[in-house]
């Protein structure tokens, strides 16, 4: 049976996350994904194998989850059928380098408001390290949630942003009413 594998690259400070407390976040990632995982430390770099190619690619996500700044517990929701893993480049919003912490700042609000408020309006997981903003959640949440903190990396109005939100919330929540019956 053909054995395939992935080559992920961390941050060097994210391995020891991903490894966990004596190995126990790698086993059980290992574990619910029938996967083995050799890990560079000094490098950062993470070769994943398998035989099948599914379960390589939700331990590639996971692993990419871990190394934007996610916690396991919340990583590990990706071996749901229903979730999703999205990474937003602030380098395609930014002009100078006074722009990355501006626009880090925007998404993230006074004291993890704005965050929090996306995450509790979309049902989602956000992760703002680095570079990047890392979304995980549902397939249509995650679209929402995307937007939004497309609308306020380009400098839309955070009201409007909330406003924008809570409309689309009620819409999800009338068509999941509809789905229903």
């Known amino acids: 049976m053909q054995e395939f594998s992935y080559e992920v690259k961390i941050p060097k ?9 004596n190995g126990d976040t790698k086993k059980l990632l290992e574990a619910s994904t029938k996967t083995r995982m050799e ?32 916690n396991p517990e919340t990583a ?16 395609d919003f930014i002009r100078n380098k006074k722009d990355m912490k501006r ?33 995980i959640g549902e397939t249509e949440n995650v679209s929402i949630a995307r937007r939004a903190i497309g609308f306020l990396l380009q400098g839309s109005p955070h009201g409007n942003v909330y406003n924008w939100l809570e409309r689309q919330r009620r819409e999800l929540k009338r068509k999941q009413v509809l789905e229903k019956f």
Not at 15 to 21: E, S
Not at 82 to 91: A, D, G, P, R
Not at 117 to 132: Q, R
């Open 39 to 70: 890990v560079d430390s000094n490098e950062g770099d993470i070769f994943i194998k398998g035989r099948d190619a599914l379960d390589l690619y939700q331990t590639r996500e996971i692993v990419m989850a871990i190394g934007r700044g996610f």
């Open 13 to 21: 400070d994210r391995v020891a996350v991903l490894i966990g407390k």
């Open 103 to 135: 626009l880090r700042g925007r998404v993230i609000g006074r004291e993890g408001k704005s965050r929090k408020l996306i995450e509790e309006l979309t049902e989602t997981f956000i992760s703002v390290y680095g570079k990047t903003i890392s979304i």
């Open 76 to 91: 590990l929701m990706l071996l749901k059928e229903e979730y999703v893993f999205e990474v937003i480049s602030l380098k």
